[in-house]
């Protein structure tokens, strides 16, 4: 009885271990669709030391535009990010993360998952 068990276990274990997993085909982009380059780097010296101390509901100008600073954390690879949207346009939201000492601008990551902060922005 033991026997066939295991037996019955190492056969299991060597089919799931050599079985190939489903191929995943995604339903809608990762990135939003208008982003055409890769990151740009930011060049405002006072924009970029106010990003150094910025906390979640702190407001920016940039641009001739009001931003607000919807998040600070960090990603996955260890890099500070804050997450902003401009104030009055909910949808539109961007990510700035510090690469060694300079701050560089990403696209917005499409996750799926709808967060409302304080200010209703999500």
Do not use: H
């Not at 990010?81 to 346009?89: F, H, L, N, R, S």
Request: proline fraction near 4%; glycine fraction near 8%; hydrophobic fraction near 40%.
């Amino acid at each position: 009885m033991k026997k066939i068990t295991l037996i019955f276990l190492l056969t299991t274990l060597a089919v799931g271990c050599s079985s190939r997993p489903p191929e995943v085909i995604a339903s809608r982009p990762l990135v939003e669709t208008n982003w055409t380059n890769g990151s740009d780097e930011l060049t405002n010296p006072s924009l970029e030391s106010f990003l150094d101390s910025a906390l979640a509901g702190a407001t920016f100008s940039g641009e001739g535009q009001q931003f607000l600073v919807l998040r600070r954390y960090y990603s996955a690879l260890g890099s500070d990010c804050i997450q902003y949207a401009e104030i009055g346009v909910t949808s539109k939201r961007s990510i700035v993360c510090k690469d060694e000492s300079k701050w560089m601008l990403y696209p917005w990551m499409n996750s799926g998952i709808s967060v409302f902060d304080s200010q209703g922005i999500n």
